[in-house]
């Protein structure tokens, strides 16, 4: 093959990677790596003391700049009033022109080929026009904007004056984020050369010109952290990042609607929130039941003393790559129906699936009662995911993407 110079810019420095997002950037970096000369531009949160990459990643080059910050909130809160085209978390750092400048002077244009591991990121650059580029959308933020809006509207109920005001604020914002996102992401998709989602599911509903899908996955690891049998009190763990609008739900329609149900029917339990948690999520530490454990540094443990793993996500896009996890390390999994979307699995075969508060607790009963039901899902699931979902499904996806694209430049 000749010779591709590359680029990707990237919204992260994804080492380690303990999220779903870190996890599928750095499966994007390695597998461009492997069939270019890379450079990667990376931003970074500036309080960050493990800024490094794997030597065993071969770059060509590589740099470091801090994240754009966001200037006082009625600033840029009256700019995306006035000026609201952008959704308001891209608005919100938008003014912030250092990763723009940054990228200017390091970048030796031309690429063959640019990877940007974000809208939000192609954006804040200034949509450069460096080479044929690829953007990787992941998720379809416009959806998940509206089903957070119909999900707000419709939790109205008899509320005081001031919370109906606010609810009825956070619906009108919702609503005109997901008109922002919509309008982005066609705007991304047709600057481009192809725009990438997770799944065939988001790329078919977003008719979104030159998408294609690249699925998310997960490491295999050395040693599934599963029991095999549920402990004594049960423990249902809920992780992932929870300071993520949808996480940040889920836990609190877990602890507020789901687990009172549980405890009414099997008595004492330990729910365990493990992830870097909101100020409103940590206000559901309530032991000993509720445990809001936060960010740790490795995930085995908590997934080695965990019963079942519980996806209680009511609105998002994409796919959770805390089910593939769980999946990979033997943990069985209770997720809502849209939790589980886009993954090729089935309810009462990889997983359970439950929609309410009352199935999602009696899903969760059964897990935790039916050793036979436990092995066979866990059996499956570790099949399913092996099958599918191992990271060089990605991986092959992402180069042959990659050369695609390189073809088409003028360089070649």
């Not at 006082?72 to 250092?98: C, F, I, K, N, Y």
Request: include cysteine; proline fraction near 9%.
């Amino acid at each position: 093959m000749w010779h591709v110079r590359a680029l990707l810019v990237a919204e992260n420095l994804p080492w380690p990677a303990p999220g779903g997002g870190l996890i599928r950037l750095a499966r994007a970096i390695e597998a461009v790596a492997s069939v270019a000369e890379l450079d990667l531009f990376a931003c970074v949160d500036p309080r960050r003391s493990d800024v490094a990459v794997p030597p065993e990643v071969p770059l060509h080059r590589w740099t470091a700049v801090p994240y754009p910050q966001a200037p006082h909130p009625l600033r840029w809160r009256t700019s995306w009033l006035a000026h609201g085209d952008l959704p308001l978390d891209v608005s919100m750092l938008q003014s912030d022109a250092t990763p723009r400048r940054a990228l200017a002077e390091w970048a030796v244009p031309p690429y063959d080929v640019v990877w940007v591991s974000t809208a939000a990121m192609y954006e804040w650059v200034g949509r450069p026009s460096l080479g044929p580029t690829i953007v990787d959308l992941m998720d379809l933020e416009d959806v998940k904007a509206s089903q957070r809006a119909e999900l707000l509207a419709a939790s109205g109920g008899a509320l005081p004056p001031l919370a109906d005001f606010r609810r009825r604020v956070a619906v009108w914002q919702a609503r005109r984020n997901a008109r922002g996102w919509s309008r982005l992401q066609r705007l991304v998709a047709e600057r481009v050369e192809r725009v990438v989602l997770c799944t065939e599911l988001d790329v078919a509903r977003s008719g979104l010109p030159g998408a294609v899908a690249v699925p998310n996955t997960y490491p295999r690891p050395a040693e599934p952290a599963g029991s095999g049998r549920p402990t004594r009190p049960p423990v249902v763990l809920l992780q992932g990042s929870l300071h993520y609008p949808p996480n940040m739900d889920a836990a609190r329609w877990l602890v507020e609607e789901i687990v009172p149900r549980l405890r009414r029917r099997i008595g004492e339990l330990e729910v365990r929130l493990v992830g870097t948690a909101s100020t409103g999520v940590k206000l559901l530490h309530d032991p000993p039941t509720v445990h809001v454990v936060g960010r740790v540094p490795a995930i085995e443990p908590e997934l080695a003393r965990a019963s079942v793993a519980v996806v209680p996500v009511r609105y998002g896009s994409g796919t959770r790559v805390k089910i593939l996890e769980s999946f990979a390390h033997r943990v069985p999994v209770v997720s809502t129906t849209l939790g589980a979307e886009g993954l090729d699995v089935c309810d009462g075969e990889h997983l359970l699936l439950a929609d309410d508060p009352d199935e999602f607790a009696s899903a969760v009963c059964r897990v935790l009662g039916d050793d036979r039901l436990r092995t066979r899902l866990v059996e499956a699931a570790e099949e399913r995911y092996t099958e599918r979902y191992r990271p060089s499904a990605a991986e092959e996806r992402i180069r042959r993407l990659v050369r695609d694209v390189a073809r088409a430049s003028t360089r070649s």
